[in-house]
């Protein structure tokens, strides 16, 4: 922890910060300075040291660790924030801590997962060192009524952030897809604990996959017509990772502050960038393999897709299950 409070006091400084700078700060010795500074060189950092200036950062490695997230949050930022090297599922590591009573706001992110979780128990590809895997506990207020939307407004926090940082405008399909020239780039998986005995909501863990830094030959050639990253999509352009997952942790602490009275403007924005809307579609239940066919008409009011079957010819509005869309991801 030492090492990532003077990594931030480093990174946040606008020019030298002095070793008695940061020495008084946080409390440690000027010897307790010093071997914090070489261990952050250590890891690839080029820190230029001064005896009479201090310590300027000149270059930084591609990485994602506290150090970096604490240089650009708010120093008084609800809940925790924890960053490994590896995990099974940022969601499974956060749902413990949950159980042990971390406090809402609460992230939990790693540069690996081994058992990264995506829909219907399909796999998230995870690698090291390119993409963002993020958890965010959520303990709201509302009933289950109003949590279903949760999915839907955690798409249009990425977007913003995804659109501050990296500067592309991406689409949303329903209900929990980023895509970005047609290639999913993004995706998020959201689990809800009930209490027993009341059947109230506990807490909701919202887990975010983003698809950075990644090459088109970095993912399975059968994946590659479906997805990408935005560094592929954007002519191999490398992103900052970790000014991207501070930017999006900012988003999803405004995203809570708002729930759920700012409906209104995650409304409108996901409407306008779902590509979904007015497509042909199949609809796959839980109960059934063979789907059902029909035209998306409308996003509603609660976020649900309405859809006019083929079958029927009637309107339904489809709140769960998988929706495949003419013309992405093998579906024609």
Not at 95 to 117: C, D, H, I, Y
Not at 155 to 175: F, M
Not at 289 to 304: E, H, K, L, Q
């Amino acid at each position: 922890m030492t090492r990532d409070k003077v990594l931030a006091m480093i990174i946040s400084a606008d020019g030298y910060v002095s070793g008695e700078a940061i020495s008084r700060k946080l409390g440690i010795t000027r010897a307790a300075v010093n071997a914090a500074v070489k261990q952050i060189k250590e890891l690839g950092y080029d820190i230029e040291s001064s005896t009479r200036k201090g310590y300027r950062l000149l270059s930084s490695p591609d990485l994602i660790n506290a150090g970096e997230l604490m240089a650009r949050l708010p120093e008084d930022r609800p809940g925790e924030i924890k960053v490994y090297d590896t995990v099974d599922s940022t969601n499974t590591v956060l749902k413990e801590l949950a159980r042990q009573g971390a406090p809402a706001g609460s992230v939990v992110m790693s540069e690996e997962q081994t058992g990264g979780k995506g829909r219907r128990g399909r796999q998230f590809l995870s690698p090291s060192g390119t993409g963002i895997y993020l958890s965010y506990l959520l303990i709201p207020s509302t009933g289950l009524k109003d949590i279903s939307e949760v999915t839907a407004w955690t798409a249009v926090a990425v977007r913003d952030a995804l659109s501050e940082v990296c500067g592309v405008a991406c689409d949303i399909k329903w209900v929990n897809d980023l895509l970005l020239n047609r290639h999913k780039i993004c995706g998020i998986l959201t689990e809800l604990s009930i209490v027993g005995e009341s059947g109230d909501i506990e807490n909701v863990i919202i887990g975010i996959g983003i698809n950075v830094n990644e090459k088109t030959e970095d993912f399975p050639e059968e994946l590659r017509d479906i997805a990408s990253s935005i560094s592929a999509e954007s002519d191999g352009r490398s992103f900052p990772r970790s000014e991207l997952a501070a930017c999006l942790i900012r988003k999803l602490d405004i995203m809570a502050s708002e729930w759920p009275e700012g409906k209104a403007r995650y409304l409108e924005e996901y409407r306008s960038a779902c590509i979904t809307n007015g497509a042909k579609v199949a609809v796959y239940s839980a109960a059934s393999d063979t789907p059902r066919t029909g035209t998306a008409v409308d996003i509603n009011p609660d976020f649900s897709l309405q859809v006019r079957f083929d079958d029927t010819g009637n309107e339904e509005k489809v709140r769960s299950g998988e929706v495949s869309v003419r013309g992405l991801y093998g579906y024609t």
